[in-house]
């Protein structure tokens, strides 16, 4: 049977008539909603058209402001920092005009402030794609939601835009709509209104603008976080090309003039003036784009009145800053080039509590805490006596502090300094390359990775020997991160930076739960781990990081000190410091024992007060005494006799392995074994290397530091 036939209609020619009772069902509800759709809107219409103007508007101005705040209340950022003088319409460049119609708004000086036949074309864009892809609101109704409304995504807030757009249009003409849009929208980067956007981004006047200043500028009222050149340069790049080409479809300007708008470079204030209020300027980027992952737009969080309650430490916050900038210069670091970057959380929910990804915000946005990808040195260790542990070994296992060769590789330690036969727990504190070396050696370099992976670590790791040094790149955030595996009884917790996020009126909209777990490594592990890393600190290559306090951590240094770490925590603070230049270049003996420990002095000292003197709930560890006697440091032609003998043996020791163990006592029984109380006066105490002598000094008197070799 077919789905149409065709009628004769007497006196009136043929007609279709539809046959199928679903088709025919489907195009009867298809004309009813289509009917009701139509008479909605232009009920909608009337509605709109009866509405009276708004008394006053010429001088009101928006008086919601979205804030920051840390976790004891104080402000550390707002949304209404700049408070540039308005502007006339008349003093604003034609071109810029022209180029915000085109991209916002093509007929704003024809329709009534709004557009239903284009909020029901996007309405039906978005149903189809299953998401946004096509917005409706015009420039006034943009006004309307800056000067009155919230930015909930809900169909009463569109409504209202709609009414209170038609009702601005009645009390104002275009032009003066168009100059309170233009002083007040939000640009990027601190910048409310053309006139900001302008000293904020070029650092000039509206009419020392070019045209493709310009069309940057009018780019960014759709995503002013995405589009900034300072985020995205080569984002707002395309986003620029963009509005240049609706200039050319709208003959504002002609093909030659595009062509050559669309080649022109993208050239920057070298000084951006950032937000006054804007305390942790790294961190509320972080916010920023937590707060996207949540779910609330650029425009919501702007604009919205929003009251953002953070996890941040306010006050080490401000030491870290402090600290930072003290230490670095006190080194002779005070180039924009060196750098230090700054990660803080609690390991037992995983509030962030410092997060500095540079020096000076002002200067570069580049966030070395979460974007930066450089080598970990001796950092990265940890993780292969972590793997060892797991597998059985003790801490006091003794190890070949001599020359190793691995396949092509031979690693060295700093100055060719080598010890004999030491315990594992003494390689570590003391950062030896070789035992590292040996260690990997004998657990083998998948079962590393492994635990890195688990432990936190997402950035690529070559299967190669050499990451026992740390010489592939990791992320600050990702390390510190899993060193709060050691500090949480080898639990891992994912950091979070948003506790609470409230409307305008105190509704509570988004609140964070509790945080997210995983157990990793068994807690004896973690134990042995953190009684090892003690010693770094208090016997070690650490010992400038000294709080006073039960605390644990690892230094690291790469080749020729480009890079400069300790990673440290108490029971309840992790910090990772990094050190280095943003150009990869040498910073003349500067190690991970230096400007990283005491920038984490200073800011531990400040984020563990409020804990007290509190110790790890583990069960203590035995690390059995080793006598500074009975190390003797070896001369590289000494280590190379000694090597040479041992691979001439190798064959009658075949039986042997590198890592020397009771031969009656089983791995298990050796960490059974380790893992019981530990005499007070039996702290272990062993002889570190000298301070290295090519170091900078700084300028005021440091705590006692032990350099550490390459890669430590």
């Excluded at 919205?304 to 402090?322: P, R």
């Excluded at 004999?420 to 657990?443: F, Q």
């Excluded at 991160?481 to 009126?505: D, L």
């Amino acid at each position: 049977m077919g789905m149409y036939k065709v009628q004769k209609n007497r006196g009136r020619g043929k007609r279709v008539v539809i046959e199928n009772p679903l088709l025919r069902l489907l195009t009867g509800v298809l004309v009813f909603v289509t009917g009701v759709t139509l008479a909605g809107m232009i009920a909608l219409k009337l509605y709109l058209v009866s509405l009276p103007p708004i008394k006053n508007l010429n001088s009101l101005k928006p008086n919601i402001v979205t804030t920051f705040c840390a976790g004891d209340g104080q402000v550390i950022k707002t949304f209404a920092a700049y408070t540039y003088s308005n502007v006339e319409l008349k003093e604003v460049p034609e071109m810029l005009i022209k180029a915000l119609i085109a991209t916002e708004d093509k007929n704003f000086y024809t329709h009534e402030g709004y557009d239903l036949f284009g909020l029901a074309r996007s309405m039906v864009a978005n149903v189809l794609a299953g998401h946004v892809v096509q917005g409706a609101s015009t420039i006034t109704q943009q006004l309307s939601r800056i000067l009155f409304l919230s930015n909930e995504k809900t169909f009463s807030r569109k409504i209202k835009e709609l009414q209170v757009a038609a009702q601005i249009e009645k009390t104002i003409s275009k032009d003066k709509i168009l100059e309170m849009y233009l002083n007040n929208v939000y640009l990027g980067s601190g910048a409310y209104g053309v006139k900001g956007a302008a000293k904020i981004y070029f650092n000039k006047n509206l009419k020392e603008l070019t045209l493709p200043e310009m069309a940057l500028i009018a780019g960014l009222p759709q995503a002013p976080s995405v589009y900034s050149p300072y985020n995205n340069l080569k984002l707002a790049e395309k986003r620029r090309n963009q509005v240049l080409l609706r200039m050319y479809k709208m003959r504002y300007i002609d093909k030659e003039t595009y062509e050559k708008a669309k080649k022109a470079p993208i050239k920057l204030s070298t000084m951006p003036m950032m937000y006054a209020t804007n305390k942790a300027p790294y961190f509320c980027d972080y916010v920023m784009k937590e707060l996207q992952k949540l779910g609330f737009s650029e425009d919501e969080i702007v604009n919205g009145g929003l009251k953002i309650v953070t996890t941040l430490d306010y006050n080490a916050q401000v030491k870290a800053n402090e600290a930072i900038l003290k230490n670095l210069a006190a080194w002779g670091l005070t180039r924009d080039i060196n750098q230090a970057a700054v990660f803080s959380f609690c390991p037992i929910d995983g509030r962030i509590l410092v997060y500095a990804g540079g020096k000076d915000y002002t200067k570069s946005q580049y966030d070395r805490v979460t974007q930066s990808q450089r080598p970990s040195g001796s950092a990265f260790k940890p993780f292969i006596y972590t793997a060892a542990i797991e597998k059985g070994f003790s801490p006091n296992d003794m190890i070949d502090d001599l020359p190793v060769k691995l396949g092509n590789w031979t690693p060295r330690n700093y100055g060719n300094k080598y010890r004999g036969k030491i315990p594992l727990y003494t390689a570590l504190m003391v950062s030896s390359n070789v035992c590292a070396a040996r260690l990997m050696d004998e657990i083998g370099v998948r079962p590393v990775i492994q635990l890195a992976r688990v432990m936190g670590i997402s950035t690529p790791i070559p299967f190669d020997y050499t990451i026992a040094l740390g010489s592939h790149s990791v992320k600050l955030f990702e390390m510190t991160r899993a060193f709060g595996v050691f500090a949480n009884g080898g639990y891992k917790v994912e950091p979070y930076a948003i506790e609470r996020v409230e409307s305008s009126r105190g509704t509570v909209l988004y609140e964070a739960k509790k945080a997210r777990t995983s157990k990793v490594l068994n807690i004896n592990t973690a134990a042995t781990m953190t009684a090892i890393m003690k010693t770094v600190i208090t016997n070690g290559t650490g010992r400038a990081a000294n709080i006073g306090k039960p605390a644990a951590g690892k230094t690291g240094t790469t080749d020729d000190s480009k890079d400069a770490y300790f990673i440290g925590f108490t029971p309840d603070v992790v910090t990772g410091v990094w050190v280095g230049n943003d150009d990869n270049s040498k910073m003349g003996g500067i190690t991970g024992g230096t400007v990283p420990a005491q920038i984490w002095r200073d800011v531990m000292t400040v984020a563990t007060a409020p804990y007290g003197n509190s110790d790890f709930e583990y069960p203590e560890v035995v690390l059995n005494p080793f006598s500074a006697k009975t190390i003797s440091v070896i001369s590289q032609s000494d280590a190379k006799k000694a090597w040479d003998e041992e691979e001439q043996t190798k064959e009658d020791v075949n039986n042997e392995s590198p890592i020397v163990k009771p031969d009656s006592i089983k791995p298990s029984e050796i960490l059974q074994q380790t893992l019981t109380p530990l005499k007070k006066k039996e702290v272990p105490t062993v002889d570190v290397p000298q301070e290295r002598t090519d170091a900078p000094k700084p300028n005021f008197a440091p705590i006692p530091v032990t350099s550490a070799p390459v890669g430590q």
